[in-house]
Structures are given as structure tokens and as C-alpha cells.
């Protein structure tokens, strides 16, 4: 089975000491035990993904920068981003399109929280760079929108005025949009100040975990994104999986294809939702599902969907042919 994964935080792990060319009991770095180091990705037949670039306003580690100073999260953004080009140009990874058969794992980088971006004018500097796609705020929020540990009481918290101007950016360059840490009040004004495919790159359904919690994906927001044509990426972090679960506890499969067949049931096709597991994005493999302690265990998401039902062709389009369609990946 041939695998897309839209959200990694690659050059995360390798700014803060991964060294992502050795395997995963041995490449050091945060969140042990590791998940993902591109010789496990390619274990698990991972072909392509979205690596990120996240900052964090006020986080800890490479990724944080003081909130609202654009220059320390510019200078953030750029170590992320120096990754990618020594990957790229060691041959470690192959560029998102147009690879012409290279056997490397194809990249595109999305920006997760767009603080790096000084001001909207200087968003073709990062395009031309690889950024295929940007989520324009993190949990904390960002100079660009609100985040979605802001309160849900708070009507007023949404895109800003130098957010709007971002987005019509983007849309001239064609940049799609992660509405994956947007709060609910960022999330509808979003979809106010823009007509293009929104996607949401790792998250899963509000209504199988927090009501409460702006994190995760209301029913409503998953039949807007549907409606653009967007793509939701199924997240694989324990508790984004199942709702009170301990951190002792690991989910089961089942419990993660929940929130596949969730999705599937409100748009009614299966063609909406498909792999973005947030391997080690702040957390080890023992808090992924039961079975998958790296891309290799992927298969057992495939092995359930079929026991559900799933079509062969159904599952290749999960797995990979749902995030092809919509990047037009080339010869997919």
C-alpha cells in the first residue's frame, strides 16, 4: 500500500536533535520513542507528505519566538525551512512535484501558523522556497488569526486585518489553506474572505471527542471543507481519538477509523478524507493507536476499512489517490 501523510513536523524533530537519516531506535531527538525518520517512512512505503514549518508564539524549543515579534519568527521559520533545502539537496527528499521518478520521498511544505511571514508581501519569498501550503495560526494564535486554544466564548477573536490580507495573497499564488488550528470564529471567517478549497491537513471529529474543544472538527465545518472540494487528514494523536482516553492508554485501530467513517457518513462519498497523522508532532509512538509505532503499521488503518467494507479502491484512495487528486500529483 502506497501512503501520503499531509502533516509531519520533519525539520521540527531535526532542529531540536533528531538525526532523520538513522532509524528510529537510534536517532535521538524529542518525543522517545521516535515514529518517524525518513528510513522508517520509507519502510512504510510513505511516498509523499507535507512536512511543516511550526512555530509556536511564545513556545518552548527552536519553535517559539517572542508573540507578536515577526523577526524572531521569521528567523524561526527559516531554520525549519534550511532543513528542507539540505534534504532536498542531498537527495534525502525529492521535490513535490515533477520528481521524475526519483525514488526519494516527495515533500511539500506547509507552514503551520504564518507568523515566519513577516508581512503578505513577502509570502512569494516562501512559495518560491516550497510552501505549498499555510495554516495561519497554530493553538496560540498568530498576528494572522486566532488559534484554537483561544476561548469560544469570545466572538471578537478571528482573522485579523493583516490575516484577510494574507489570504488574498495566498489565493493569488494559488496557496491552499489549513484550517487545522484555526479557531471556530477564524475557521467561518475564513470561509468568508475566500472562495478556494480549504483542507485540514490532521484533524479529526468534534463530535466523537470535546464538544467543547475548538481542536477538532465540528460537523458543520467538515461539510464546508467537503464543499470546497477540501481533504480532512485523519489525525493519529491519542486523544484526538478517543474522548477521556488516559495517558497510559493507547486507542485502538477501530476507534481511529471511527473518525474516517464519521466523515464519510455526513458528506456521504469517501472521497473527503484520507492520512495526516501528526506522527511525533510533540509526542511519542506510545501514544499513537495500538499497532502503529511507525509508518509500517499504517496497513492495519487499510486492513480496517476493509473489514468495514472499504472497497479496494476505496482504501488506495484513502490511503493515497484522495491527497493525490487534490495536489495533481503527476502520473497518480
Known sequence: MQ???????????????????RSTTDCGGPDLPAAITFPSLA????????GTIFTESDGKDTVGYPAGDAQAA???????????DRWRSSGLIAPFRNAHGQASIRVGILMECADPIRNPAELSWWVERGVIAIGLAWARGSRYASGNGAPSCDSKEGLTNLGRELVKQMDQLGIVHDASHLSDRAFSDLFSATSQRVMASHSNCRALLDDSNQRHLTDTAIKSIDARGGVIGLNLFAKFIRKGIMDHERPTIAEAVNHVDHICQLVGH???????????????????PQGINDPSGFDLLAEELLRRGWSEEGVHAFAWGNWARFWSLEGD
Open 3 to 21: 501512503w501520503f501523510d499531509a502533516h509531519l513536523d520533519l525539520a521540527y524533530m531535526a532542529d531540536n536533535g533528531r538525526d532523520m537519516t
Open 43 to 50: 519502510a512504510g512505503n510513505v511516498h509523499a507528505c507535507l
Open 270 to 288: 469517501q472521497r473527503a478524507v484520507a492520512l495526516g497523522s501528526d506522527l511525533d508532532g510533540g509526542f511519542s509512538a506510545h501514544r499513537l
Open 74 to 84: 521569521h528567523a524561526a521559520g527559516v531554520r525549519q525551512l534550511e532543513w528542507y
